[in-house]
């Protein structure tokens, strides 16, 4: 498994008065963490959307919520493509201070063109999952290789 690394300070601004990090700020991490994943891939969000009329939305995401990130942590939020098949990725994504795992999200990415209708992943984006997939040797279309 190759999990794609992005890199994160907790700021004040993030953190509730007792300087533990208020709950949605997960959220906004792992956002960052994923476009950046798909900026490293080739795939920019504006990008996307101007050559293969493609956009992504969250569908679903699940957070389990294990430890409290504090002011100051250095994170890692560590992304990994599960799947990758018809109009939808699915991705598991750590937050991370050292070795110790703070919260765990489960998404269902869906791909839709600009008309908000489900679009097939392109497939070279596939391949390009391949990178930070879990199962790479399952996670292309054979018509993507």
Do not use: W
């Amino acid at each position: 498994m190759s999990a794609h690394q992005f890199a994160v300070r907790v700021y004040y601004e993030d953190t509730d008065a007792a300087g533990i990090v208020y709950y949605a700020n997960y959220l906004k991490f792992a956002e960052r963490a994923r476009t950046e994943m798909m900026r490293d891939m080739g795939f920019e969000h504006e990008r996307m959307r101007g050559e293969h009329d493609l956009v992504l939305a969250v569908r679903r995401c699940t957070i389990d919520y294990l430890l409290p990130a504090k002011l100051d942590d250095a994170l890692v939020i560590a992304t990994t493509v599960i799947a990758a098949a018809g109009a939808a990725l699915e991705l598991e994504q750590d937050v991370r201070r050292g070795d110790a795992v703070l919260a765990r999200l489960a998404l269902r990415v869906a791909c839709l063109n600009s008309a908000g209708r489900p679009r097939r992943l392109p497939p070279a984006l596939a391949a390009a999952a391949q990178r930070v997939s879990r199962h790479a040797s399952i996670m292309v279309p054979q018509h993507a290789r």
